[in-house]
């Protein structure tokens, strides 16, 4: 195990999804069974005391390919030569806060973090946005980072995607692995649209094996849309898990490719692809090679689909115009 360690930086590392992500980054999940990593834990100063406990238990696992933890409350330290960095610390919307509040309050922290990224991070570095709103937080971020590639900044609609691909196995019986081209379009908001109409089923349309479209439209897209509330109200914290789980999946899918045949869903600066307006960071359908992604083109959008992708981009444009008239971007 000759290779050199990956950094990567985790910020709101003491918090419930870093507590369930660091340990699977630790053992390989990450990156790959062979690839070693350095942790930086990025913590506001109040949090770094428990990040120290969560390193104290990441030694007690010896993992074997972890070669070090750094734990900080300094973004400048936090980034130095980060390779992939997974940003969950977020400002969480409480009693009475605006809209525009929360989206100031979470550009206080976007804003100095994709400075700190565009100042210290290594060239190839790759960013994952899970703190919501996850989508405009990497549109801050990456304004903030100009000599960073602007699609290197993403955002996480990987765990919409996986609870699309669930729940569409649960109605028809399918196994999880034998749906493939799912895709989550817009926000990870309740506008998100998950689509299956150019989604299979062991190699069947799944609209077509479904062929039930008042499902669609009154269970299967709230459910998935809404399961954020869903797991909120049932356990009385946000998702925590599931979420660590996704960013693990997207960052691994990102680096290791996506298998032939099938795509996967990722919050990205659009190109203007489908009409979604060029610079918003939207989910849309992606290939993964060799690091690097690309929107698979030539799907054909019904009007079902299309009513929906606008509505959620069209938020999306809203939170940009916002951010926009704050001065974050
Ligand atoms: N994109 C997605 O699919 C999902 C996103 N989320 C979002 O992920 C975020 C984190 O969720 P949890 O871990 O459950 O929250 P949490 O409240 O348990 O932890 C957040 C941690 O971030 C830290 N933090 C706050 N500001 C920071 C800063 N400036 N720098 C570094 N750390 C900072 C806090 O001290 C805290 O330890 C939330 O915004 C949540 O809404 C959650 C589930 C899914
Ligand atoms: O609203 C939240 O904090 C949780 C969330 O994003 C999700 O579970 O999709």
């Given at each position: 195990?000759?290779?050199?360690?990956?950094?990567?930086?985790?910020?709101?590392?003491?918090?419930?999804?870093?507590?369930?992500?660091?340990?699977?980054?630790?053992?390989?999940?990450?990156?790959?069974?062979?690839?070693?990593?350095?942790?930086?834990?990025?913590?506001?100063?109040?949090?770094?005391?428990?990040?120290?406990?969560?390193?104290?238990?990441?030694?007690?696992?010896?993992?074997?390919?972890?070669?070090?933890?750094?734990?900080?409350?300094?973004?400048?330290?936090?980034?130095?030569?980060?390779?992939?960095?997974?940003?969950?610390?977020?400002?969480?919307?409480?009693?009475?806060?605006?809209?525009?509040?929360?989206?100031?309050?979470?550009?206080?922290?976007?804003?100095?973090?994709?400075?700190?990224?565009?100042?210290?991070?290594?060239?190839?570095?790759?960013?994952?946005?899970?703190?919501?709103?996850?989508?405009?937080?990497?549109?801050?971020?990456?304004?903030?980072?100009?000599?960073?590639?602007?699609?290197?900044?993403?955002?996480?609609?990987?765990?919409?995607?996986?609870?699309?691909?669930?729940?569409?196995?649960?109605?028809?019986?399918?196994?999880?692995?034998?749906?493939?081209?799912?895709?989550?379009?817009?926000?990870?908001?309740?506008?998100?649209?998950?689509?299956?109409?150019?989604?299979?089923?062991?190699?069947?349309?799944?609209?077509?094996?479904?062929?039930?479209?008042?499902?669609?439209?009154?269970?299967?897209?709230?459910?998935?849309?809404?399961?954020?509330?869903?797991?909120?109200?049932?356990?009385?914290?946000?998702?925590?898990?599931?979420?660590?789980?996704?960013?693990?999946?997207?960052?691994?899918?990102?680096?290791?490719?996506?298998?032939?045949?099938?795509?996967?869903?990722?919050?990205?600066?659009?190109?203007g692809s489908y009409g979604v307006p060029e610079g918003i960071i939207s989910s849309f359908p992606v290939?993964?090679?060799?690091?690097?992604?690309?929107?698979?083109?030539?799907?054909?959008?019904?009007?079902?689909?299309?009513?929906?992708?606008?509505?959620?981009?069209?938020?999306?444009?809203?939170?940009?115009?916002?951010?926009?008239?704050?001065?974050?971007?």
């Amino acid at each position: 195990m000759t290779r050199t360690p990956v950094n990567v930086t985790v910020t709101g590392a003491a918090g419930q999804i870093g507590y369930a992500l660091l340990f699977r980054i630790a053992s390989g999940h990450l990156l790959g069974p062979d690839v070693p990593v350095n942790l930086r834990l990025l913590e506001i100063p109040q949090g770094v005391k428990a990040a120290e406990g969560t390193a104290m238990e990441l030694d007690d696992c010896a993992f074997p390919l972890l070669r070090g933890i750094e734990i900080t409350d300094d973004p400048n330290v936090a980034f130095a030569g980060a390779n992939v960095a997974l940003l969950v610390g977020a400002r969480p919307r409480t009693k009475g806060m605006e809209r525009g509040d929360l989206l100031a309050a979470n550009g206080g922290i976007f804003k100095p973090q994709g400075k700190a990224i565009n100042d210290n991070a290594a060239d190839d570095i790759k960013v994952l946005v899970v703190g919501n709103p996850a989508n405009t937080n990497a549109l801050i971020a990456q304004a903030a980072a100009p000599d960073v590639p602007a699609e290197r900044f993403t955002a996480m609609t990987r765990l919409d995607h996986n609870r699309a691909i669930s729940q569409l196995a649960a109605k028809t019986g399918a196994a999880v692995s034998d749906i493939k081209k799912l895709t989550i379009w817009g926000n990870h908001s309740a506008t998100q649209y998950p689509d299956i109409f150019h989604a299979e089923i062991a190699g069947k349309n799944a609209a077509e094996v479904v062929n039930d479209e008042a499902w669609l439209a009154d269970t299967f897209i709230p459910t998935v849309a809404k399961r954020g509330a869903a797991i909120i109200e049932a356990r009385g914290a946000s998702s925590a898990a599931s979420a660590a789980n996704a960013a693990i999946d997207h960052v691994h899918t990102w680096v290791n490719g996506t298998a032939a045949g099938d795509w996967t869903s990722m919050g990205i600066p659009s190109d203007g692809s489908y009409g979604v307006p060029e610079g918003i960071i939207s989910s849309f359908p992606v290939t993964t090679k060799d690091g690097t992604y690309e929107i698979v083109q030539g799907l054909d959008i019904n009007e079902f689909s299309r009513a929906r992708i606008d509505a959620s981009v069209k938020e999306l444009t809203e939170e940009r115009d916002a951010v926009r008239e704050l001065g974050l971007i």
